[in-house]
C-alpha cells in the first residue's frame, strides 16, 4: 500500500486521486506504524517551507520518514515535498530541511522573471531514472513554484529551463522526488505515478 504523508497541508487529495486513476490504493495518514509498513510513501506539499516542517514536527512525523527513506523502500516527493528533503531554504531566511539530500533551496531572482514559476514546461532529462521511464524526451509537466532546489551531491535526473536552468527532479537510491506536479501534469505525470507504483509493489 501507497501511504501519503498528511502533515496538514493541502494538495493531499489530488494527489491520491491520480494514484487511484493509475489503479494503485493510496491512503492519506500521519500514523506511524501505518507508514512503517507501507510499500511506498509520497510527501507532497504546497506553501511555505518553515510552515510546512512545523506541521512535520507538530505530527511527530519526521523520524518516521527517516526511518522510512533509511529501510530503503520506495520513497516519493512532490513540489515542496522535494524542497523539505534538503538541508535547508532560504523562504523567510534560512530554515532547516529535513536534511536527506544535501544541498540548499534558493528563490527565483532575474530581471522579468515572473515569480512563482507557474504552468506549464518541459523537463530535459540529464541521466536515466526508473521514476521517467516510459516519458518523452522534453516531455512538459506542470510547475508551481518560487523556489528551487540546488543540490550539493550528484542527484539531479532531469532540468528545466526558466531564466536559469534549475534541478526539477531528483533521484538517490530509493528517494525519488520531483519540483513539478505530476498529479497535475495529464497523461506524463500518470505515467510516472504508475512507474513509482510498479518500484513500490517490488518492495
Keep these: ?6 502533515y496538514g497541508m493541502g494538495n493531499l ?3 491520491q486521486k491520480a494514484f487511484e486513476k493509475t489503479g494503485a490504493p493510496a491512503i ?16 507532497p506539499g504546497v506553501g511555505a517551507f518553515g510552515l510546512c516542517m512545523d506541521g512535520l514536527r507538530g505530527f511527530n512525523l519526521v523520524k518516521p ?14 513540489c515542496l515535498g522535494l ?8 523562504e523567510f531566511g534560512p530554515q532547516e530541511g529535513l536534511g536527506i539530500l544535501k544541498g540548499k533551496v534558493v528563490r527565483f531572482t532575474g530581471p522579468g ?17 526508473s521514476l521517467l521511464e516510459g516519458t518523452d524526451a522534453g516531455a512538459y509537466f506542470y510547475f508551481v513554484h518560487s523556489y528551487y532546489v540546488v543540490p550539493a551531491e550528484d542527484v539531479a535526473v532531469a532540468t528545466t529551463d526558466y531564466g536559469v536552468t534549475f ?21 506524463a505525470g500518470l505515467r510516472m505515478l504508475e512507474n513509482f507504483t510498479r518500484l513500490a509493489g517490488r518492495g
Excluded: C
Design 113 to 129: 522573471l515572473k515569480v512563482p514559476h507557474m504552468g506549464w514546461n518541459s523537463i530535459k532529462a540529464v541521466k536515466p531514472s
Design 167 to 187: 534541478v526539477s527532479a531528483v533521484q538517490k537510491e530509493n528517494v525519488f522526488a520531483t519540483q513539478f506536479h505530476p498529479e497535475k501534469s495529464q497523461h
Design 13 to 15: 487529495r489530488s494527489v
Design 28 to 43: 492519506i495518514t500521519r500514523d506511524p506504524g501505518f507508514i512503517a509498513s507501507a510499500s511506498g510513501l509520497v510527501l
Design 1 to 6: 500500500m501507497i501511504a501519503i504523508v498528511d
Design 65 to 78: 520518514i527517516r526511518n522510512y527513506v533509511e529501510s530503503g523502500r520506495p520513497f516519493l516527493g512532490i
Design 83 to 90: 524542497q523539505l528533503l534538503f538541508e535547508e531554504s532560504m
